[in-house]
């Protein structure tokens, strides 16, 4: 029996941009977000797959600016927080300044494991202007808990409300997660919260793993709606955390609907477990990798899994999204045969 309750982040709107190619429109962020908030989520987080000012080439552009997004966004959205995600590099303050007169009055602000420090005047901007706000670590499998718990006090001290653990690759089980939220649990005082991907087909299990440890705050999207295999789906785990006792607030019921009737019609394809995500999770790769990795695997005749275990090898991180045709340039040369004969090898 759960006791407490646990507050659902939401990010169909954001994570799940990766997943449809940035395509989302005006229409459908206002629709999404609009049912979020009736059914009860406390956080909508709306931005390019990589955080506010993403759209570019080298993430790949937006159909429809951000900032038009959340706006449309503002105008339904009655009770939840509405966030985006900054990414220090990707976005700027000023980017924030923007994303915060067009109606967000949420921010977390994601850097790779070990480089809380680059986010400290973001967080710092952010509380000064009244924002709800939160320091994102990604890529967590990458960095044991002492790390984490160092980073993370580096979050606490900018003025965080709270400490985001991202399993970025979907590379993590239940104990690596219970570890590094335990570890935040026992030294810092802010609340904890947890973001999976569902590479290995464990995201509503780590998840799970991760309020029993006493995380408060848990990312999910409707239908798994996300880069590479997908988030937490987020009608799946309400449902379980009814189950188990667990107060959330959430109207389960609406959340399905809003999953089957709204979402769904939106995706490109189905939210499965496909090699090349799996490899994403086995490799411990970005899982925004994934849309890259398929054009450069097409484009230089390289299987996906090839790239991705030798991406996992170099420990790329997310920004690198660039290294991904290198990696497939290089490959595509190093196993041409005396013939001109591409041989590949398991193991």
């Not at 982040?9 to 005006?26: E, I, M, P, Q, Y």
């Not at 390289?302 to 030798?310: A, G, Q, S």
């Amino acid at each position: 029996m759960g006791t407490g309750k646990i507050h659902i982040v939401d990010t169909t709107l954001r994570d799940g941009s990766h997943a449809v190619s940035h395509s989302f429109t005006v229409d459908q962020a206002a629709a999404v977000a609009g049912g979020l908030d009736r059914a009860g989520i406390d956080l909508i987080e709306i931005s390019h797959g990589d955080g506010i000012a993403g759209s570019s080439i080298n993430y790949g552009f937006s159909k429809t600016p951000e900032l038009d997004l959340l706006e449309a966004a503002s105008r339904v959205v009655k009770r939840a927080k509405l966030g985006v995600l900054l990414l220090p590099g990707v976005g700027t303050i000023e980017d924030l300044k923007k994303a915060r007169e067009r109606g967000a009055n949420a921010v977390r602000v994601a850097t790779h494991v070990t480089e809380a420090d680059i986010a400290i005047q973001h967080i710092g901007w952010a509380k000064q202007n009244g924002m709800f706000t939160a320091g994102f670590l990604m890529m967590t499998h990458m960095a044991e808990p002492e790390k984490i718990v160092e980073q993370a006090k580096i979050f606490a001290g900018a003025g965080a409300d709270y400490i985001n653990l991202a399993d970025s690759s979907g590379y993590m089980t239940p104990n690596d997660v219970r570890e590094r939220v335990r570890a935040l649990k026992q030294n810092i005082a802010l609340p904890v919260g947890f973001h999976s991907h569902n590479n290995l087909g464990l995201a509503v299990a780590n998840s799970l793993a991760a309020v029993e440890e006493g995380a408060e705050y848990i990312d999910a999207t409707c239908r798994g709606l996300g880069a590479g295999a997908g988030n937490t789906q987020i009608e799946v785990f309400c449902a379980a955390l009814q189950r188990l006792g667990y107060e959330t607030g959430v109207k389960c019921y609406d959340l399905m609907d809003l999953a089957e009737d709204v979402v769904e019609p939106i995706m490109q394809r189905p939210q499965v477990i496909r090699t090349d995500s799996l490899m994403l999770g086995y490799a411990g790769v970005y899982s925004s990798f994934l849309l890259h990795t398929r054009r450069a695997s097409e484009k230089f005749g390289i299987p996906p899994r090839d790239i991705l275990v030798e991406l996992g090898r170099r420990r790329m991180v997310g920004g690198q999204e660039d290294m991904i045709v290198d990696v497939a340039y290089e490959l595509s040369h190093k196993k041409q045969g005396p013939y001109g004969i591409t041989a590949y090898h398991n193991g």
